[in-house]
């Protein structure tokens, strides 16, 4: 409504011009090669006008005729361009659903409707060289977006993700640093810089990725600390084997601070003060780990702080220690093997029928109590028949792989089955009965990996439960999760 009320103001005013200049007094006379023409002032203004208009459409006519070609060629150009995208976006679909043969004739035709502009097309040729699988030509074109700044970021990551899958973590790291320098923010890289330094050894560029990850917040807080503090603990180790031995000490403080509860980063700070003489420290370190954390491998290392001191005195060093805890599972099996090294058989004898009544008769329980019948006694027929029942006990506690289930007699940064980063954990055992196994709603479990003989690691997918069983028990067998 108001753009017609502005279009009629127009008008009106030039309507209004228009008769003003008409009603102007006087002549106008031309004479011109014999010819004599006499008019109003207002009508000469108004030919002027007419002239002017005619000479502009004539003019714009003109140059409609003279530019064709050039809009011909355009026009075609431009629906060349719509048919490239087009071919391109189809490519791409055909791409995410694995359609090979169809993902590279899309990509034939948009390299040739979008000749002009190759960073557009390289991408989708070398995802479709890759469906087909020809890594050779998927390499020349990821190695052709390295040239054009657009795709370079691009075709790094091409270029990684092949260098990955040959196994080639050296060369993947080059990459990642490349790739880290053009967009050090981008989760994907941290995560890629973070795993192939560390796979690679290089725990200084993967301490610092983790760093990042958690500055950029693509990594929590207690995420990164988790990860860093077993790069450290690896750090620490690997300057104990060169002998660094100040070295170690120092990265061992630094993974213990970052995690307090990761038991081997403790038991190794123990040890490392334990080499320096600080005999105090080790003690106060592994006292204040029991307290939150009780396991066997702290125990262990708490009684090799004394080495002069007899099997007697150690164990009632223990005692000491554990009474911070005094009725953990983990309490009791650690006094037992401490006792029976002292051969208190009483005392060992009474804390091993505590841990069976927490945990049931465990294989470790039954050898512990098979050699304390061999030495108390010498009663070998008892004693082998508490190692046959070990036999078949239950699994006691172990490191099991989170990721997959494996189940790994010591701990350590990666599982050995399937390579996950930090996944073991100290498992507690699980009874296998027909509800944590099978599920409330009659969900099957799902199986995640294999632990000794024909036993299998089974997940409880209501629950998240892990519990170990042969796959003909369902009810009623008992097996733990931790070694």
């Not at 050779?136 to 790094?156: C, Q, V």
């Not at 038991?267 to 370190?285: C, H, P, S």
């Not at 029991?290 to 702290?298: A, E, G, N, V």
């Amino acid at each position: 409504m108001k753009r017609t009320l502005i279009y009629f103001l127009k008008l009106a005013i030039v309507l209004t011009i228009v008769i003003w200049i008409a009603n102007r007094p006087g002549l106008v006379s031309i004479d011109w090669i014999g010819y004599r023409l006499e008019t109003t002032v207002g009508v000469l203004f108004l030919a002027a006008v007419a002239l002017a208009i005619s000479a502009a459409f004539l003019y714009r006519f003109w140059r409609s005729l003279i530019n064709a070609p050039a809009l011909f060629g355009q026009a075609r150009q431009d629906n060349r361009k719509k048919r490239g995208y087009k071919a391109l976006t189809h490519g791409m679909v055909a791409v995410a659903a694995g359609e090979a043969n169809t993902a590279l004739a899309m990509a034939r035709k948009a390299e040739n409707l979008l000749s002009d502009e190759p960073p557009l097309t390289m991408l989708l040729s070398a995802q479709a060289a890759q469906l087909q699988g020809n890594e050779e030509a998927a390499t020349n074109y990821f190695k052709a977006m390295l040239e054009d700044k657009e795709t370079r970021f691009l075709g790094l990551r091409g270029l990684l993700m092949q260098a990955q899958r040959r196994g080639d973590f050296a060369e993947a790291l080059e990459l990642a640093k490349q790739a880290h320098a053009l967009s050090p923010k981008t989760p994907w890289v941290q995560e890629s810089l973070f795993e192939l330094s560390e796979a690679t050894g290089q725990f200084a560029i993967a301490d610092q990725a983790l760093k990042e990850g958690a500055k950029t917040k693509n990594l929590t807080s207690a995420e990164a600390a988790r990860k860093r503090a077993v790069v450290k603990l690896q750090q620490a180790l690997k300057a104990n084997d060169q002998g660094e031995l100040q070295a170690s000490l120092t990265f061992a403080k630094e993974a213990y601070k970052l995690a307090p509860d990761l038991v081997p980063a403790v038991a190794f700070l123990a040890e490392a003060y334990n080499r320096a003489g600080r005999i105090k420290d080790a003690e106060k370190t592994l006292k204040k780990a029991w307290s939150k954390q009780p396991h066997r491998d702290l125990a262990r290392m708490f009684l090799t702080l004394w080495p002069s001191e007899s099997n007697v005195e150690r164990a009632k060093r223990l005692g000491q220690m554990v009474a911070q805890n005094k009725d953990h599972y983990e309490s009791h099996i650690a006094l037992a093997e401490a006792n029976l090294s002292a051969k208190l058989w009483g005392e060992a004898r009474r804390h091993l029928k505590q841990a069976s009544e927490q945990g049931g008769p465990s294989r470790l329980v039954c050898r512990l109590m098979g050699r304390l019948e061999q030495e108390e006694h010498g009663d070998n027929r008892a004693a082998a028949e508490w190692f046959e029942k070990s036999e078949t006990a239950l699994i006691a506690h172990n490191w099991v792989c989170e990721s997959c289930g494996a189940i790994a007699e010591n701990w350590q940064a990666h599982c050995g089955d399937c390579g996950s980063f930090d996944s073991l954990a100290w498992k507690r055992p699980t009874i296998l009965t027909e509800e944590n196994a099978i599920g409330s709603k009659g969900t099957a479990p799902k199986v995640i990996g294999k632990a000794t003989g024909t036993s299998l690691v089974l997940e409880n997918t209501e629950s998240n439960e892990i519990v170990i069983a042969k796959p003909t028990e369902i009810e009623g067998a008992a097996r733990e999760t931790g070694a």
